[in-house]
């Protein structure tokens, strides 16, 4: 059966937030950290870069607002010109509502759906819930966990790693997918 | 970045500016300038009074925005008990605690009246029948009186939130807050309707044929965007001065970032929604202003004022990163304090020069005159107390901020 990765216990957030820096200098990529409540600054412990969410939404809503005037302009001007209450053919004032809702129809999907890809969301299992320990990140445990698919991961070397920063239950989680 | 969370309050000789600093001098200059502007305008209005009369207008309305957008942040920060901001609040109370002195520079609009409102004219000739339908409002008396009753509600609430506010700097009182909160509620309610009449009387009688009853909003807004680049560029110069003991860091300017691209969007809607309606409707009562507004080289403002206040400043505070970065948030900031004065001297001038741009010696001397005295209120004020509410019970929770 192949092995999903490491997952190490620890006791409180300063813990694992001192835990994470110590990962993260070690150069691990694939890995996160697990709480049950948001702990301040721990994406600069673990040496997150910004998410590409934002850029996605850009050009989505670009896309968006560009589709709405683009199409308002062409059924007015080109495909059914019709003379509304005296204003030109293309008459783009007139356009402007909907090219915003467009815009923000199709930033707010980009945002919606773009941080479920971006988290490989939905699936309906992960290794990790096979841990026996793990059900208690939503509770009052803290977690990091170490996947076997990263470059430096070597599981002694990985498990030892884990257990000198401080770690209070270090195992070993298989992947039964 | 500290991560210590268990901040000690700010002690207030961190953040007071020390007798004998350069600062100190500040309102000096201020009045040196301001008496400078003055004169220059006296003399040049004697060859030119319905000029001096116009350009007194838009310098007072340019310095006021900051000043009514100073007074609705404070209150809606007490009444939202907005945590992020408190230490930059005092800053705003500075800024809105000029009110009192608007109630002076309002003299010169009061004596000119006859030059910039045509319907204290056509009133009098008694033959126009739109402006004898509006006399019971539009009349030199009550206009007067709505005047005197503006500045009073905005001296009287303004001065109280500084008033407090100083005093609880010594007290520490939890009680000034909560009692600032309650009255936050219903003093937000008599500035909308102030600002709303004030805008309807200062500018939108320039021209006593036309209405849009958003107007009150649109003057807003763009005051409310002009405040704001007005704080950050305050925060950044008195920060660069080493005066704010590293109160104000990089998360609190994310946020003024951050309200200044919503309320340059918020600027934007309601100028559209104004522009939209009344081109639609297409009625002549309405589209006057906008006519006013398309001929000669006003066209060309408009279009400068939809680029340069929305569309560019727009896509320039989008990314993060301007705006947790002084220096173009500094550009930013002092970029659109520009573009409110070009959007105030387009929504007046057209009264006075249909024909186009005409930028003379006056506008620069009401301009000095009027600025001149504002910034020396301002500095004045900021020399007599802490540049940060140091009493305030919720500092702590400001001073460690972040932005998620």
């Known amino acids: ?177 | 970045m500290s991560r210590d969370t268990s901040h000690e309050a700010l002690r207030a000789e961190q953040v007071t500016i020390p007798r004998g600093h350069a600062f100190s001098r500040l309102p000096w200059i201020g009045v040196g300038i301001g008496t400078l502007g003055l004169a220059v305008s006296l003399v040049l209005r004697s060859g030119n009074p319905k000029q001096f009369a116009f350009s007194w207008l838009v310098a007072f309305l340019f310095f006021l925005s900051l000043a009514l957008g100073a007074l609705f942040f404070v209150l809606i920060h007490f009444a939202t008990q907005a945590g992020w901001g408190i230490v930059v609040r005092r800053l705003a109370e500075n800024t809105m605690g000029t009110l009192p002195l608007f109630a002076l520079l309002f003299v010169p609009v009061t004596l000119g009246m006859g030059e910039l409102f045509p319907w204290i004219h056509g009133i009098a000739e008694g033959n126009d029948h739109v402006l004898n339908g509006k006399a019971p409002y539009l009349n030199t008396s009550f206009f007067v009186g709505r005047a005197v009753a503006y500045f009073a509600c905005w001296s009287a609430i303004a001065m109280f939130y500084v008033q407090r506010s100083r005093t609880q700097d010594a007290t520490a009182s939890h009680s000034i807050s909560a009692n600032l909160r309650r009255f936050s509620g219903p003093a937000i309610i008599v500035l909308a309707l102030t600002q709303t009449f004030a805008a309807v009387d200062w500018i939108m009688s320039l021209n006593p044929y036309w209405y849009s009853t958003i107007f009150g909003v649109y003057w807003f807004a763009g005051s409310f965007v002009s405040f704001f680049a007005f704080l950050t560029l305050m925060v950044l110069i008195l920060r660069r001065a080493k005066l704010m003991a590293g109160a104000v860091g990089t998360e609190h300017f994310h946020d003024l970032g951050k309200l200044l691209f919503a309320f340059t969007v918020f600027w934007a809607y309601i100028g559209f929604s104004q522009y939209f309606l009344i081109w639609y409707g297409n009625i002549p009562e309405e589209t006057i202003f906008f006519r006013a507004r398309a001929v000669g080289s006003w066209g060309s403002v408009s279009l400068l004022l939809a680029a340069a206040h929305f569309v560019i400043p727009f896509f320039f505070f989008m990314p993060r990163t301007v705006k947790r970065h002084p220096g173009l948030l500094a550009i930013g900031a002092t970029w659109l304090i520009a573009m409110h004065g070009v959007d105030l001297y387009w929504l007046v001038m057209p009264a006075l020069h249909p024909e186009g741009i005409s930028i003379g010696a006056l506008d620069v001397a009401t301009f000095l005159a009027v600025g001149g005295f504002f910034f020396a209120a301002v500095s004045f004020l900021m020399l007599g107390s802490p540049l940060v509410p140091v009493g305030d019970p919720r500092l702590p929770e400001s001073l460690s901020f972040e932005n998620f």
């Open chain 1, 1 to 177: 059966m192949p092995l999903y990765g490491v997952l190490a216990e620890f006791k409180t957030p300063a813990a694992l937030y001192a835990a994470c820096e110590r990962v993260r200098d070690a150069g691990y990529t694939r890995w996160d950290a697990h709480s049950p409540f948001p702990v301040h600054g721990l994406d600069g412990a673990m040496g997150m870069r910004r998410s590409r969410l934002p850029w996605i939404i850009l050009v989505c809503a670009l896309g968006g607002a560009v589709t709405g005037f683009v199409l308002q302009a062409w059924v007015h001007k080109v495909a059914y010109p019709l003379i509304i209450s005296g204003k030109p053919y293309f008459a783009w004032p007139a356009y402007v509502p909907i090219t915003f809702e467009l815009g923000v129809l199709g930033g707010a999907l980009a945002a919606v759906f773009g941080m479920f890809g971006l988290n490989q969301l939905p699936r309906h299992h992960h290794p990790l819930f096979d841990a026996t320990r793990f059900g208690r990140f939503s509770d009052d445990a803290f977690f990091i966990s170490i996947e076997s698919a990263d470059p430096r991961f070597d599981a002694t070397a990985t498990a030892r790693l884990l257990s000198g920063v401080g770690a209070s239950q270090v195992e070993l989680v298989e992947d039964n997918s």
